[in-house]
């Protein structure tokens, strides 16, 4: 077993595009859910908006990059309307079945045989990403970043997702500790004392969905982009979940949280397959085959999180002040 | 709230002064530093009559901030709230009192806005109020408080406060990004929070967390950040539950100074001592109508009232021994009452509670 690999996969980890998809998606999580408390159950359902958003006008009509980036964005907007409108006025719990069945309904509608034409039914679609490899400035060839070797392509799609990463960032950061963070704070705790304060709560809680919502659907534009191919596989509920992970690893009403929570989350995974890949080949490990392997370690993120909500609840980042009165 | 809790304020408890004609003379028992600025003000100093005619169930005042008629609400076939006519006084503290289940809170809910009467209409300061959202009743200027008290835990007290200003250009979205653009605003909003604060007695508690307030503390934060909105008429739902007697003569001078500064207090109360010393007006509901209404001093010997909630020996102080036998000699003569007959618990727990006051 060569660790030295195995440790330079987990570290690569930290910088894939894919990552940064996590970590922005991750980041809207936390404005719905960790300063909101919205508990949005279908950011699955907003990623997926935003890749098909961006995948069909460009395959469609030829939509220019800037065209295809804002229809996925109106997409996303007019998702969060279509889903907040009947929602908020109502207990948080129906806001996540109804996101949950939402993101269900989405994937669907998508996989349609009828829909083929537009949305590739389960085959998805591909070869829309031309427009934004054309603009890539960096000259073909391989970049070596320490032990890491790049192509333009891979170079540049994680120069710009990770920009993206920092950009929401530091927007989010400057809303949450703004006024506007402040009411949304107070809903969080408790909506009715908010409205009786003078607050149109209501109007708070859609512009959070909103805003955790497009941060969903760029990350879905994010995540399809070095794939190169937009597959409603991609975007079931699972994908939601790992999106939860990744941000009560890192901690839910932070900033930061939630982009150190995929990293985690990412190497972690990354980590373990490569160890127990490397058992099984070395012959360390009998009982277990590769595909059995790639399942485990799920399996071991899920022990992971138990464990971290038992021992450290507030996650990374997170301030255990904050838990200590939940 | 137990009265037989040894209070470190003689004359604070109901006993003291129930044998007092008028409650007003219960405020000169407590010294208060209040007392000298209240005596100079002109809406503690005015004593023109309240009612525009004589004091009856849906009688007119003289000048009402508060006008509702008709408004119903049932809930599966209960009458939560039946209120044929009732005005609130302006300038003045009224209480709302009746026995648990007469309606109080619902119709709190329903004059703020946080539900919807079935029929019936009512108005602040001559604005129609109908379908208005709780959030617009509030930037009208009628704020109210929750039974259960709801403070942001997760929020320092600071926050809390703030959270209560009006006006913050910040809290709209497409401001909130530029910090110039709230700084200014935020400055006061700190300053007045830091004011109330430190009349509140709450100033240590500043940067902490809300959660970590003892109940007591939480009535009084959640009073100070409804003042932040600069309320005409401040709404108080049970405001002394859960306060210990220490605090109850602070959070009655807070009342009070409430209608020093301007305001209109309505509250909702069981501490029928509160009611006797704070309240210019007392409307009393039962089964979700007002059945009395007049000055404290009336309304308590109101037969309607006595029989519906106060109970025939509300004026009994159960605090000390003397109160016992006071109640046993009154007992004795009340034809309803059955103090010889073997069968009645009554007076072996009035020697219960004899040996423990």
Known sequence: MDFGNILLGAVNEFFTPTTAAYALAALGLAVHFGYTGLLNFGQAGFMAIGAYGFAIPTLSFNAPLPVALLIAMLASVAFAVILGLPTLRLRADYLAIVTIAAAEIVRYIVTTNGLTEVTGSANGLAAFEGGFYSLNPFAPGVYNLGPFSLNERDLWIRVVAWTVVALACVVIWLLVRSPWGRVVKGIREDENAVRSLGKNVYAYKMQALIIGGMLGSLAGIIFTLPRGAVQPANYGTELTFFLYTALLLGGMSTVLGPVIGAMIFWAVLSLTQGLLYGAIESGAITFLNTTQAGQLRYILVGVALMLLMIFRPQGVLGNKKELSFA | ?357
């Not at chain 2, 007003?24 to 809406?43: D, G, L, Q, R």
């Not at chain 2, 409804?226 to 220490?246: F, R, S, T």
């Not at chain 2, 409430?258 to 001592?273: I, N, R, S």
């Not at chain 2, 309304?299 to 009232?305: C, E, F, G, N, R």
């Open chain 2, 1 to 357: 709230m137990s009265h037989q809790a040894q209070s470190p304020q003689p004359g604070r408890r109901p006993g003291a002064h129930a044998a007092e004609p008028a409650p007003e003379t219960a405020v000169e028992s407590v010294p208060s530093s209040h007392e000298e600025s209240w005596a100079a003000n002109k809406y503690m100093t005015d004593d023109r009559p309240i009612a525009a005619d004589t004091a009856a169930p849906g009688c007119r005042k003289r000048d009402p901030i508060l006008i509702a008629s008709n408004v119903t609400r049932t809930y599966g076939g209960i009458n939560a709230v039946d209120v044929e006519h009732v005005e609130i006084p302006r300038n003045k503290i009224t209480a709302l009192i009746g026995p648990n289940g007469a309606g109080k809170t619902t119709l709190f809910n329903l004059l703020t806005g946080f539900d919807t009467p079935q029929s019936g209409e009512w108005r602040f300061e001559d604005r129609d109020l109908a379908g208005v959202s709780a959030y617009k009743v509030a930037r009208l200027g009628m704020v109210r408080t929750f039974q259960l008290t709801k403070v942001m835990g997760k929020l320092t007290v600071l926050e809390n406060m703030r959270l209560g200003a009006n006006e913050q250009p910040g809290e709209a979205l497409r401001r909130a990004l530029f910090r110039p653009l709230w700084k200014k605003r935020e400055n006061e909003i700190t300053e007045q929070a830091d004011a109330l604060l430190a009349k509140f007695k709450l100033d240590t508690k500043r940067s902490d967390y809300a959660a970590s307030l003892s109940g007591g503390q939480r009535k009084l934060l959640e009073m100070a950040r409804a003042l932040m909105v600069n309320p005409k008429l401040v709404m108080l739902d049970e405001p002394m539950a859960g306060v210990n007697p220490a605090l109850t003569q602070s959070l009655l001078d807070h009342i009070k100074n409430l209608k020093a500064e301007g305001m209109t207090v309505l509250f909702v109360e069981h501490d029928m001592h509160m009611v006797r010393h704070i309240a210019d007006w007392v409307i009393v509901m039962a089964e979700g109508k007002v059945v009395a209404e007049g000055p404290p001093g009336e309304v308590m010997k109101d037969q309607a009232v006595i029989d519906a909630y106060l109970g025939a020996h509300h004026d009994v102080d159960l605090g000390d021994s003397e109160g016992f036998e006071k109640l046993e000699a009154v007992l004795e003569k009340d034809p309803e009452s059955d103090i010889q007959g073997g069968e009645s618990l009554a007076p072996v727990i009035i020697e219960e509670r004899k040996d423990t006051a």
